[in-house]
């Protein structure tokens, strides 16, 4: 069911203590992790603590996670002292997701190129 931790989702693990995760912020709705395989001086992964599997879902979950997860990205990004940021949801095996809980991308502390790859 939407929401409900699914035993197979390497997310819900780390928000379950499960898996280890270098934890950054934790709110009652939401976690921020570094990326295991940064691509940027800063990436920070921003989850809801709810399994919802990917951006177009969280966007309709109710209550409104999506806001949470965004808040708790600009709080992350102030304390990294990020100026400019770049904020990714990939969504969908085309665009590169490969785990299925919603996350949010925050990459900051180098230039950035537009349009992305
Ligand atoms: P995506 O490809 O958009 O689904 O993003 C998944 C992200 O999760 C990738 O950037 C991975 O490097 C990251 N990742 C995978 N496993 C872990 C982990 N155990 N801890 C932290 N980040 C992870
Ligand atoms: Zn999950």
Known sequence: MAGEPQDDCLFCKIVGGHVPATIVRETDTTVAFRDINPQ??????IIPKAH????????????????????????????????????VFNTGTGAGQTVFHAHA????????????G
Do not use: F
């Open 52 to 87: 919802h599997a990917d951006a177009a879902a969280l966007a309709t979950a109710e209550p409104l996670l999506a806001a949470d997860v965004l808040r708790e990205a600009q709080a992350v990004a102030d304390e990294e002292k990020l100026e400019s940021y770049r904020i």
């Open 105 to 116: 991308h925050l990459l900051g502390g180098r230039g950035m190129q537009w349009p992305p």
């Open 40 to 45: 940027a001086p800063t990436h920070i992964l």
